[in-house]
C-alpha cells in the first residue's frame, strides 16, 4: 500500500497502514534497548573519569601471584629512587595525593617507556601494558603494604 494512503484518514485503511507502516515493536525495542545501553556506557565513563580505579577490567588484571611479583617490584625497584614508602626521594613521590589528578595513560607510559633525560627508566622489559595499568590502579588507591 503506498505511504500517502495512509494519511486519508478512513479507519480500515488507516488500521492496514498502522500494520504495514506503522513502527515496529522490534525496532522500537532495539532503539530502547540501544537508548539504555548508550546511557549505561556513558555512566561508566563518567564513573571512571571521577574515580579512576573504576576502569580497569577484569581481563587487565594480573593473576594473584603477579600481583604479588609486582607489589614487590614496586616495593624494590620504585622505592629505590622513589622512596621506601614512595613518599619521594630521588625520584618523585608516588603518593595517591601527589598523583591525583594525572592521567593514567600518562602515568602508564612513564612506567613503560620511563623519562628520557631523566634517572627514571622504562620498564617495559620486564612489565607488560596489564602490569603497568595494574601499578598505576594501585598507586592511585594507595599502594599496598
Not at 530502547?32 to 545501553?37: H, Q, S
Not at 624494590?76 to 595517591?96: D, I, M, N, V, Y
Request: with cysteine; charged share 20%.
Amino acid at each position: 500500500m503506498p505511504r500517502y494512503a495512509c494519511r486519508t484518514g478512513i479507519p480500515a485503511i488507516k488500521d492496514t497502514c498502522d500494520a504495514a507502516c506503522g513502527p515496529r515493536k522490534e525496532q522500537a525495542f532495539l532503539r530502547g534497548l540501544g537508548l539504555v545501553a548508550t546511557v549505561v556506557v556513558a555512566l561508566l565513563a563518567l564513573a571512571a573519569m571521577v574515580n579512576p580505579a573504576l576502569a580497569d577490567s577484569p581481563a587487565r588484571l594480573p593473576s594473584a601471584e603477579r600481583q604479588h611479583e609486582l607489589v614487590r617490584f614496586v616495593r624494590q625497584e620504585c622505592g629505590f629512587c622513589h622512596g621506601l614508602k614512595l613518599t619521594g626521594g630521588l625520584g618523585s613521590p608516588l603518593t595517591a595525593h601527589a598523583l591525583a589528578g594525572k592521567p593514567r595513560e600518562s602515568l602508564e607510559a612513564t612506567i613503560l617507556y620511563g623519562r628520557p633525560g631523566t634517572a627514571m627508566p622504562g620498564w617495559m622489559p620486564h612489565l607488560s601494558e596489564a602490569d603497568a595499568a595494574w601499578i598505576v590502579t594501585m598507586l592511585l588507591k594507595g599502594f599496598p603494604e
